[in-house]
């Protein structure tokens, strides 16, 4: 079975800082996608990002660009410039089949002005 | 092109009542997903629907639950008979299709269902 884990259950960075959140995966698949959301506190799931594996290059979107490294089953968020709107619940998750979401614990930002 | 529409957005209900959750995908979307998201936890899966059809049911509680996705109409998320351990929030989640080798399109989530059994 595919597991997600997300090893920080809380990080914290200053506004316009830069900030990196860890997520890991266990998987026996070669082709598989993996996906950061955002859970703000109005609990809205808000898709940030999405990487194929088969892909080398590392996704970017503005400040958001991920560190995927396949085979250390690595898949990491960076966020530049941080600012408050930011703060919320990352979630990374893992799909091979188009059937689900696995989703890791989750990593609690927080945004210091 | 609106988003996925959950409702209601929050729901409350005795012990033993049946709750009945709605997912509208977005347009053009064939494809549902219903995640269970615990209190300080992350979303679980527990079914995977396209219209008419039962894909993936593995994560569906055996007994009080059910899912369907009719031709016409939305989503619905059944569970019956409630007891307090059902409290959680319930996501609806949607994408257009699978391409062609099982590739993935992304899925877009609703807002969620808030039920809390008392």
């Known amino acids: 079975a595919q597991t997600v884990t997300q090893s920080q259950p809380e990080m914290s960075v200053q506004e316009a800082e830069t900030v990196t959140l860890s997520c890991t995966y266990d998987?026996?698949?070669?082709?598989?996608?993996l996906f950061w959301y955002k859970q703000p506190p109005s609990r809205q799931m808000i898709l940030v990002i999405r990487?194929?594996?088969?892909?080398?290059q590392n996704a970017t979107e503005n400040r958001f660009s991920v560190n995927f490294q396949k085979a250390a089953k690595s898949f990491s968020l960076k966020i530049s410039d941080s600012q408050l709107g930011d703060a919320a619940m990352y979630f990374c998750?893992?799909?091979?089949?188009?059937?689900?979401?696995?989703f890791g614990e989750g990593t609690q930002l927080t945004v210091n002005p | 092109n609106a988003g996925v529409m959950q409702n209601p957005r929050h729901l409350v209900r005795r012990r033993g009542q049946e709750a009945r959750l709605r997912c509208s995908p977005m347009?053009?979307?064939?494809?549902v997903y219903w995640y269970r998201q615990l209190p300080e936890e992350g979303l679980k899966f527990m079914v995977y629907?396209?219209?008419?059809?039962?894909?993936?049911e593995s994560g569906m509680p055996k007994e009080r639950f059910s899912a369907e996705f009719p031709k016409e109409g939305p989503s619905i998320l059944r569970i019956q008979q409630v007891v307090r351990g059902d409290s959680a929030a319930y996501f609806c989640?949607?994408?257009?299709?699978?391409?062609?080798?099982?590739?993935?399109?992304?899925?877009?989530f609703g807002p969620g269902t808030r039920l809390l059994v008392l």
């Open positions: 989640a949607s994408s257009p299709r699978i391409l062609a080798g099982g590739n993935q399109e992304t899925q877009y």
């Open positions: 990487q194929e594996a088969y892909k080398q």
């Open positions: 629907l396209q219209k008419e059809n039962i894909i993936d």
């Open positions: 998987t026996s698949e070669s082709d598989y996608y």
């Open positions: 347009k053009g979307h064939s494809h």
């Open positions: 998750a893992y799909d091979t089949s188009g059937s689900r979401l696995t």
